[in-house]
Each structure stands twice: as C-alpha cells, then as structure tokens.
C-alpha cells in the first residue's frame, strides 16, 4: 500500500510539471525545498533554495521551454 501511495504522490507531482502549474508543485515541497536546475552560470546550472526562489526557477523553466 505504501508503494501505492508513493507512486501516486510521484504521478500527481508529474502532472503538475506535465501542466505548468507552480502551485500544485509547490504545494508537494517543503518550505526549503531546493530546486537545482540544469542550465546556469554555475557548473551544476543553478541552484534554486526555498519557496519562492524554487517558485522562480520553476517559472523560468517553463518560460525558457
């Protein structure tokens, strides 16, 4: 039953990206989530630390693709 839950927390989450959606994201993440993104200045692109810095990462992800 666990395995079931976990897959279904992994799916909603999925479907929130799938739809654009910064709030339903979100709404799964602590509030010092961290949010690495792959392209940015730095070697590991660039790192995205709590709500609302995870918030604008996110929204420039789906501004840039």
């Known amino acids: 039953m666990a ?4 897959i279904s927390v992994l799916d909603d989450f999925a479907a929130a990206w799938n739809r654009h959606d910064p709030d339903a994201i979100l709404s799964m993440m602590t509030e010092d989530c961290v949010f690495e993104a792959s392209r940015g200045p ?3 692109g660039t790192i995205f630390t709590g709500q609302a810095e995870v918030r604008r990462g996110i929204e420039e992800v789906f ?3």
């Open 42 to 44: 730095d070697v590991k």
């Open 3 to 6: 395995d079931s839950a976990s």
């Open 63 to 65: 501004a840039t693709f």
